[in-house]
């Protein structure tokens, strides 16, 4: 079946310092996700890539879609304290969508 | 609007014991999911819907039940809760399966003693 990896599982960053997530599938994807959750939270959607080489931002978050669709990351720049969480990435596979493994970014001010 | 509606939000069970997670979802989305997380883990798909009356299994479904009798509701069932079903549980809906979000509960966190 399809696997979602994520590295790293953690991640500690200095306040002001960027970050960087990757995700890797198994098998080819139509599309990709991005989740982010809060501790204690419920994951909440951030974004949807769907195109070969895909690059969209939202303010300090950059996200790409690999070339061969099997791959993604997620850039955060200068981060800040309320970028802590979790992040998750997660592929469709027919009807079933394949969360990865997450990576947990705690952020010291 | 509520969006994705879970209860209860805490339960603790006896081992043996059985209870029904309730969904409930008011954005007439037709794609339905049950999650499970456990501490420090990614989700695991337990069971999905795409409308009413048609359901199927994730990569999870062994100890558990669901129906969707209408396109709001989607509950799960624990027939004979055991130790390995301590988790959190998260209910989702989207509205076009694949190609839209998942819009998540807040999760029903369940501990089986």
């Known amino acids: 079946g399809q696997q979602v990896m994520q590295i790293p599982q953690y991640q500690h960053v200095q306040e002001g310092e960027d970050f960087t997530t990757y995700c890797n599938s198994s098998t080819t994807l139509s599309n990709i996700q991005w989740y982010k959750q809060r501790p204690g939270g419920h994951p909440v959607f951030l974004i949807q890539l769907v195109k070969s080489g895909e690059v969209k931002k939202q303010k300090r978050l950059t996200f790409q879609f690999g070339e061969a669709k099997k791959n993604s990351s997620l850039h955060i720049t200068a981060t800040q304290t309320t970028d802590v969480g979790t992040y998750f990435c997660?592929?469709?596979?027919?009807?079933?969508?394949?969360f990865g493994t997450g990576t947990s970014l705690t952020v010291i001010p | 609007n509520a969006g994705v509606t879970q209860t209860p939000k805490f339960r603790i069970l006896k081992i043996g014991q059985s209870m029904t997670l309730q969904c409930t979802q008011d954005?007439?989305?037709?794609?339905m999911y049950w999650y499970r997380q456990d501490p420090g883990m990614g989700l695991k798909l337990i069971y999905y819907?795409?409308?009413?009356?048609?359901?199927d299994k994730g990569e999870v479904p062994n100890g558990y039940n669901v129906s969707r009798s209408t396109t709001e509701d989607f509950p799960l069932r624990l027939e004979l809760a055991a130790p390995s079903q301590t988790s959190v549980y998260f209910c989702a809906s989207s509205y076009r399966g694949r190609n839209s979000p998942l819009h998540f509960g807040n999760g029903t966190r369940l501990t089986v003693t």
């Open positions: 954005m007439n989305h037709n794609y």
């Open positions: 819907s795409v409308g009413a009356g048609i359901t």
């Open positions: 997660a592929g469709p596979t027919g009807n079933q969508f394949y």
